[in-house]
């Protein structure tokens, strides 16, 4: 998923989601039950017929995510996935990230600003500043080393980023 | 994979209801041609016929080019500058097959339409304009129109296509796409060719010619070069 929608503004959203379950070869009529359930679950069933091109920052980020997630994939790479969403919708998507992650088995590789987002899905981190890798480590690892001190992953990021 | 692309691309077009309008008018406008000189000059029954295979052979790659050149930006370059382009690149999908599924689309429709208004012209001709000849193209010219040139309009196609996922200036698309115009002008349309089995070989060599052209082309084309030539 990338921080451009991928999605076509000329087709709807149902017609794009065909497109895409075409091109991995899905059989739609049953990827459909999943699909309709992810767009009840990420209030996009009542556009569903509607062309993108009409839909708001917000929703075509929400709908470029159902659209990545269409095939199941054991590999999930998102770019920004929580910019433009409401908090009620970060919360849906953070939770659903979480069944992919404990359920599924998804491996997922995102990238961020929002740190909070980042504290509660990830296990390892990578603190990437002017393209440069300043640190690389599992979040348990950071937890358990600033034990004697209050653990903010704002002050980690801070120490490395500014190093 | 390739069938979604094209059936994509077809909905695409489909949905373009200001390209198909244009593309319509402009294919009755170039049918004018050939009604002014079935009724203002006197030919026989063989001219005429020879015209009709000449006017129909030229006339179907003309429409489809003209499609290609209107559909151009819907379909091709509209993927780079909503960058759609990326997310397609991340499938199965590579850049080749995406390629040849809007080319093909590009050319059905186009050979459709213009075999649609080549019928309701021949029909008016032999009704309405010059009853009692029975003016249709030979078969030399059907085989033409069915086999040959449905070859060249996809080579024709595929390499304004190509030009387009390529290049990061679209200035340059148009310019090739008017030396292909003219490049098919001149060919399809040669001084000493008649439209009897002598066409043939000379439309093969054509074909041929176009084969390499196309071949060169899509050793350029890779889903690198495609996400470098995005802004």
Known sequence: ?163 | MLEAIYTKALTELFKEKRILLVILLASIIMLYLPYQIFTKISFDEAIMATAIDFYFIFYSVMIVLLLAYSANYNLFLQEKTTKTIHSLLATPLNIKTIWLGKTLAICTMGYILSFILSFVFLFILNNFIVTGKNIYPSIHGIISLLLINPIICIFLVGNIGILTLISKDEMKVRIGFFIFIFASLYFINPKKVSADLSLFPYQLIIVLILFVITNISLKFLSNEKVILSVD
Request: hydrophobic share 35%; aromatic share 12%; proline share 2%.
């Open chain 1, 1 to 163: 998923m990338l921080e451009d929608d991928g999605l076509y503004g000329n087709l709807t959203l149902l017609e794009n989601l065909e497109f895409y379950a075409k091109i991995y070869k899905l059989d739609f009529q049953k990827v459909k039950k999943i699909t309709d359930n992810l767009l009840l679950k990420f209030d996009l069933s009542a556009n569903k017929d509607n062309k993108v091109s009409t839909f708001s920052h917000g929703m075509k980020q929400k709908a470029s995510f159902v659209r990545a997630i269409i095939h199941d994939p054991k590999l999930l790479i998102l770019d920004e996935p929580f910019n433009g969403l409401d908090p009620d919708m970060q919360g849906v998507l953070r939770d659903h990230l979480l069944y992919l992650l404990k359920e599924k088995g998804t491996t997922i590789f995102f990238s961020s600003h929002n740190l909070y987002e980042v504290d509660r899905l990830c296990d390892k981190i990578a603190i990437i500043k002017d393209g440069e890798i300043k640190l690389e480590e599992y979040l348990y690892n950071l937890k358990s080393q600033s034990k004697n001190e209050d653990y903010n992953l704002e002050k980690v990021y801070f120490k490395y980023a500014n190093e």
